[in-house]
Structure formats: structure tokens, C-alpha cells
């Protein structure tokens, strides 16, 4: 084919301002890959599965249709090497193009791979950054440069002036504040009545062909994985999508807010965007669904503060903890602050296995819908695997396989440094550890439960409240020097040895059922 490229579109990179598809020429030729490799590095919940073949597949539908030459590898094509670089090599030694560019990927695994691949091919491969970002790497690296504590307000601030999102004429943050977070976050509890409906879209008739056809697959090609194809509600195209985030805008916004932290027995979303697996996948631009909120907010349609948090959560965290991954990987993965190293509890793939209601209501979402909002996350399941010590490999494995929105650049920096401080303080200055009173105080769980959320030690402990005083006693040491634990680390001083011991004996108690 003599001057023509070859182009690389990943699961995760399925939009048209992809830098890998800018500059397209008659003759070049678009490879997409279904491999199992990618299914399997971690066994993936097989909605999250579904959700990017299905999407893959109709995104190739979408630049054929614009005349492009998609080289689509199907999952069950005999002569599927099954990986990345098995498909790459095998589509240079087929297609003989001039070069191959990609785009900048989602894991430092499969960076590493195109990596080896450049060095060992006889084509040269470009690996173009990746322009879906708000913020670049080096813009990044350049904020980090030199400064002793990376604290997301601060780079938050920076997004906002550059952005001008929020910001009003003079260049000032609109309403006089950066942040709202103190008119947020109260709890929820007066039942089911008042959460919104689950935001539908319309579904076509190629989506749904294509949809059965996938699911097929994915039930037959990855049987054990933990969690079920349905009820599978997740959209496939960018049409779907912005569907999503348009009721989301409507329905939810105005209310997102005030009840971010809140959890309810049986309120899998709350007031939640879901537009998490769409931005990540490429479907929608993080730039375009913060407009959108804005929009909202200057037509009188949504309060600034729920506005506000809801922005900082992508133009904030989102760009934030992607900053933090490339700037510290590879080396980030190996930490484990606090040594934490007990296996997983089997209730994390069967959440029937526990008497914990917090536990079983989240790990239930996760299963049922391969989602969990931001606090289920962070305040019960992380925290959790906190307080219990549990081994930071399996946690960070079990996150990055069961989310539909999971792709390590986000999810590591999330699990390691926010749920479980293992970074030593990165992300946030001190350990996310609480105890069943603010599980109690955010959600309606305790109610159901037969533990009592305020009991550490006795018969109704919660495991929760002991694990909270058996990890302060633990790591007594390490977390002495945390000036933000003062007053918690002053009451484990002045502590009783006999309540000490009660507390020790408990946790045993906890650790053995585990
Ligand atoms: P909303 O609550 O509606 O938030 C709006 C958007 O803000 C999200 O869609 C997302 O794009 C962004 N956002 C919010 N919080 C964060 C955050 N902490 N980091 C990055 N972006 C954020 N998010 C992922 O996208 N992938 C992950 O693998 C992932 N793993 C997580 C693991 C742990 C332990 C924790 C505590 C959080 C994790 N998050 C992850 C962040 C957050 O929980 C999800 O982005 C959110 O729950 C997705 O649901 P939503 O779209 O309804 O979000
Ligand atoms: C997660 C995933 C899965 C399950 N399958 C594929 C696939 O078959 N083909 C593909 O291109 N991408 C897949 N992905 C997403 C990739 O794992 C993702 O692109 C990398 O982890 C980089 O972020
Ligand atoms: Fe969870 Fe403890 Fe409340 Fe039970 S009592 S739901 S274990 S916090």
C-alpha cells in the first residue's frame, strides 16, 4: 500500500477528535481489535465488556459510513491472535502500511506494549498524546513541578481560569467562591419516592442487533466473570449518550449536590450523572458535559452549588487523578502504605455471604449494574477494605474489573490514594476512615442491619465502628504523625487498655468471619 498509515482506535478511544484519526488519507486504513487479552488482564464484569465491544462496533459502522477503511476484528475470528500487539503485528504484516500511529492509551500495561512494539517492528509507530484531556500531561507535570503537596483545589482553580467555566466577566469565580462543597452533601433518607427515574434513551434497531449479537458473545466467551449481562441499560453510541447526559442535566443536576454523599437501600443512582463510562469510552468530551451543566446553571435552571460540584468532579478529580497516574506510574502501583495485605472476603463476588446491610446493598449495585456511585466507592466498600487491611493488589484488581467506567488511569489513583491511602497521602491528606456512625448518619442502611452502627465491641458491634478503632490502634504509630488525626489519635491514647483489648478481641472476631 506503500505511503499508507495505519491507524490504531482502542475500545477506550471511540471519538472523532481522536488524534490517531485526524488526517486521514484515501488509502489508509482504521484497525479496531476485539481481543480477549483486554477481556481478561482482569476478568471484567461482562456489562462493562458489552458496553465496549458494543460501541466499538457501531463506532467502525460510523466511519465506514464516512468512507473509511476499518480493519474490525471480531472477537470470534479464527485468526485473532486474541491481543493488541498480536493484531497490530499481524495487520502490518497483511496491510505492509508506510507507519502506524496511535493514540496515547488508557493503562501504562498497554503502553508498555506499543512501546515494545516500536522498538521491535520494522514500521515506525507513533504514539500521538492523547487530546481528550482538558489538562495535557505536561501541563501536569509542569502544575507538580517543585511543589510539596498536590492538592486538587489548587489545580482545580487553574482549570477554572483556563477554562473560564464558572468564572464570571472579571475573571473572578462566579458567585464569590471557588467551592460549595458546605451548602452539599446532606443525607437522604426519606425513601424511594422521590429519587428520579433511570435516565432511558431511545434505542435503535441497529443498536439492539447489535446488542444481542454482543451479549451472545460476551455470556459465551467470558462465563465466570463476576456479575450478569443483565439488566443491561447502558448506551452504545454517542447518540445514546448524549441522551444521558441531557436527562441528567434535567432531571438530576438540580438535586446532585445536595444529595452527592447520600446512599438509600435500593437507590442504585441517586441523583448520579452515569456519564462516566461514556466520557471514558470517547462518547462524550469532558469539555462538552461540563458546558452543558454551565449551560443549565446560566439559564436559571440549576443551582450554582449543585453546578459547581458537579464540574469539579470532571474539570477537578477527573483531569486531577489522571495527572496523578501518568506522573507517577509505574512506580505508584507498588505502594502499600500501611502493608495492608489480607485477601479479599468472599462476600466481594457474592454479597449474600455477608450480614453487613452497607456492604451488601453496594457490593449488590456493583453486580447487578457493574455501578456504584461515588460514596457506595469510596465510604463503604473502600473504605472497608481500609479499615480491614485488605490486600492493595487484589483491591485495586477487584475496581478496575467490576466498574464499566474502569480504566486504571482513573481507577488507581482513585482505589490507592483516595479509598486506600496506600500512596502515603498523594490525594488526600489523611486516610477517608470512618466508622459506622457516618454510614449511619448518610444513608438509611444501618436500619436494616443487625449490627448498631454506634457499638464497637458486644454482640451488636458494628464491624465497621471496631475495625475503625482496631485500625487507629494498628497503625497507631504512622498515624500519630498526622496532624490532621489530633484529636482521634488523642482519644486512642487516653484509652482504657481493658477497652483496648475489647477492641482487639473484637476485630479478631471480625477478621475470622471475613
Ligand atoms: P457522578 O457522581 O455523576 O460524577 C460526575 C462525573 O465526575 C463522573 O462521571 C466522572 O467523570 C467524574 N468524577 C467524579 N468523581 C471522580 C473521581 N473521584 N475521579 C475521577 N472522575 C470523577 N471513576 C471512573 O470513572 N472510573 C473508575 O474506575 C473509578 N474508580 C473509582 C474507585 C474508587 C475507590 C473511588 C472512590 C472512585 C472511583 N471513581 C472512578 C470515581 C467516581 O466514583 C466515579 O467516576 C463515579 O461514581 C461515576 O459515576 P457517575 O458518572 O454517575 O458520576
Ligand atoms: C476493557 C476492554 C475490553 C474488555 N475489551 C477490549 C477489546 O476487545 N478491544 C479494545 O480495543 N479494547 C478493549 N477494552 C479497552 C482496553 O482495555 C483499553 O483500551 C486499554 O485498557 C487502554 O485503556
Ligand atoms: Fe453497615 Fe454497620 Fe450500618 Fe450495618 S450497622 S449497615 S455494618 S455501618
Redesign the pocket.
Known sequence: MGMSTLRIV????LSDNLPSLQGLQPNDTVL????KA??TYVP?HPQ??VL??AA?RQFATRLRERGIMVRYVK?DDPANTQS?TGEITRAVEELKPAKVVATW???W??LEDLRKLQRESAVPLEILEDTRFIASRAEFAAWAEGRKQMRMEFFYREQRRKTGLLMTAKSEPEGGEWNYDAENREPFKDGLMSLPPYPVFEETAETAGVLREVKDLVTQTFPSHFGEVEPFRWATTREGALQVLERFITERLPLFGKYQDAMVSGGDYMFHSLVAPYINIGLLDPMEVCMAAEKAYRAGKAPLAATEGFIRQILGWREYVRGIYWHLMPEYKQRNFFNAKRPLPAFFWDETKTDMRCMRECIGTTRRNAYAHHIQRLMVIGNFALLAGLDVGEVTDWYLMVYADA???VELPNTMGMALFADGGMLGSKPYAASGRYISKMSNYCSGCRYEPTESVGPKACPFSTLYWDFMLRNEAVLAKNPRLGPIMAQVRSMAPARKVEIRETAERVFEQL
Open positions: 482502542l475500545g477506550d478511544q479496531m481489535m476485539e481481543v483486554e477481556g471484567h462493562k465488556i465496549i465491544l466499538m472477537l493488541f492509551p488508557g493503562e500495561r498497554v480504566f486504571e488511569w
